[in-house]
Every structure is written in C-alpha cells, then in structure tokens.
C-alpha cells in the first residue's frame, strides 16, 4: 500500500523574522504536488497529538506550562522562539502527524510526517526551536498502544538528538543513534545509544560511509520492530546553522541508505523532516521535498 503523508496548513504558525522557516511545510507540499511527486490523495490531515500523548514523555508542570501559557521568560528564552497559542497549537499537531505516521508505517510499511523531529525538547522544557519532542511521542504511543516492543531512532539531523537520547536513555525498548557535527548545537550532548559526532566540514563521502557502519549496528545489532528516521536537511553546505559540507545529492543518497536498509530488513519506518536552515529555502524545499518523494517511492514498493 502506498504511504500516507501527514500534513496540515496548520503546522504553520507566525513566528516573525526568525532562522526557522515555517513556510516551508506549505511549500513542500506545494512542491510535491506540482512536480507530481504526490498526489492529493497521498495526504492526510493529522489530528492534534492529546496531553496524554505528551505526558507520555514530558513532565506534567510542563505540559501544563505550555496549555496555560505560563512558560517563564528563561525557558522561553532557552526553547529560542516566541510563545504563543498557536505555537503550541501547531506542535501538538506537528507531533499529531509523527504519531500517525508512526502507526501508519506499521500498516503500511512506511508513514511520512512533513514536520516533526523536534529532537531537542527535553521532559521537562523545550529548546532549540522544539517546543514538544514528538519524535519521543511518537515512539512512545506506539510502545503504549502494543504496535511494537522495539523501536529505534535513526537521527541524521547536523545537531545531535540531545532530548530523544536524554528521555530513552533508560528505556532498553529504545535505541537512540544520532550522526551530527560534533562541533555544534547542543554543547550538552547527552549519550545516545550510538553518537557519531563528525568533524567540521566532512563531506559526503564520509558521511555516508559512517552511517553505512552505524546502520548495521542499529538495524542488525538491535533488531528493532519500527524505525523512526528524523532527517534533516541541515547537513548540507548551504545551511546557516550547519557546518558539514553535504551537497543535495549527497543527502538524497543518504535517504535512500536510511530507507533502504529498513526497507531490505522488512522493518517499517516512518520519517520527519526535522531541521533545515538553507541561506535559500528554496533548497531546503529541494532536499525535504526529496526526502518525502524517497519514502512514498520506496514505500510503494513494498
């Protein structure tokens, strides 16, 4: 069956002149339809993720904090984008979508969600432009509901997955791997199950090579029921916000490594799109857009 994609309109929310661009969830949608890439009927509307799902992996002052809108300056400084209720409007249903994608990736195989992976919000606070962690969320309902009783977290973001690896760091069920630049946001890197942090500019090549090994180790090593794939767009060269020096082909071809290895081993996936800070949002549109075109082409292939 081919995948289904999770999108809303409403993943958008105003935030003002800020690094994070939140058009870009309306333009990749937009992009897909136009390439032919997708069709309307590949989309879904997500339902809003509930506080039971987020209370699922965060503390319940914060939730609280976040429905009330009683977040502090410092925290909001530290979560380093400007509160508002439809800021958290739009995340509970960011992480809607990575719920449901999660779900229908264990029915069909593959399930796509064109926001989420805000891998950086911890359980009790938000930071570096995650306000709820729903790649956790994600995982965690599925553990809950008895879809699986394995999962892993395959992270390709440039930024390591601080808050995924801080919130599963005791979970056995949940194997956390993250390949980033080592040299970057967060400066507090608390352990994932398997960090690969690269040096500064690395390049392709290397990149792809490291994470060929790292996949063994996830998907033969751990054996997980469900992978959840964040993948990021900011590796690339262009990114304001990255340092290494991946050209779009590059990470098309890193896509189709993370996809196809789940897909060879028979484990589902479902993917976010995550961070993506291209001085031209046009190629942060390109290499998403991409990365959604990979899972329903791979998907529709099962």
Do not use: W
């Amino acid at each position: 069956m081919r995948p289904i994609v999770q999108y809303s309109d409403r993943y958008y929310a105003d935030i003002g002149g800020h690094v994070f661009p939140m058009m870009k969830y309306r333009l990749i949608h937009a992009r897909l339809l136009e390439k032919g890439l997708a069709g309307p009927s590949d989309f879904e509307e997500p339902e809003s993720a509930t506080p039971e799902d987020a209370l699922l992996v965060h503390t319940p002052d914060y939730v609280g904090k976040l429905l009330n809108g009683t977040l502090s300056p410092r925290e909001i400084a530290t979560l380093e984008l400007p509160y508002s209720e439809a800021l958290v409007e739009a995340s509970f249903l960011g992480a809607g979508g990575t719920i449901a994608a999660v779900r229908s990736s264990v029915e069909r195989g593959v399930g796509v969600n064109l926001a989420g992976g805000f891998h950086h919000a911890y359980a009790d606070h938000g930071e570096g432009f995650c306000v709820l962690n729903d790649v956790a969320m994600g995982i965690a309902r599925a553990l809950e509901d008895g879809l699986v009783a394995r999962a892993a977290v395959i992270d390709c973001d440039v930024h390591q997955g601080n808050g995924t690896a801080s919130i599963f760091g005791r979970d056995d069920r949940v194997f956390t791997f993250s390949i980033h630049q080592e040299m970057n946001y967060p400066y507090v890197k608390p352990p994932s199950d398997l960090d690969v942090g690269l040096p500064n500019e690395a390049d392709g090549e290397l990149y792809l090579s490291q994470l060929g090994r790292a996949l063994e180790e996830v998907l033969d090593g751990f054996g997980p029921e469900l992978a959840l794939y964040v993948a990021g767009a900011d590796p690339y060269r262009g990114d304001l916000l990255g340092g290494l020096a991946l050209t779009i082909e590059d990470l098309a071809a890193r896509d189709r490594a993370v996809m196809t290895a789940c897909a060879e081993r028979g484990i589902p996936f479902a993917v976010t799109l995550a961070g993506g800070y291209a001085s031209d949002t046009n190629d942060t549109v390109t290499i998403q857009s991409g990365t959604a075109a990979a899972a329903l082409a791979i998907g529709e292939g099962l």
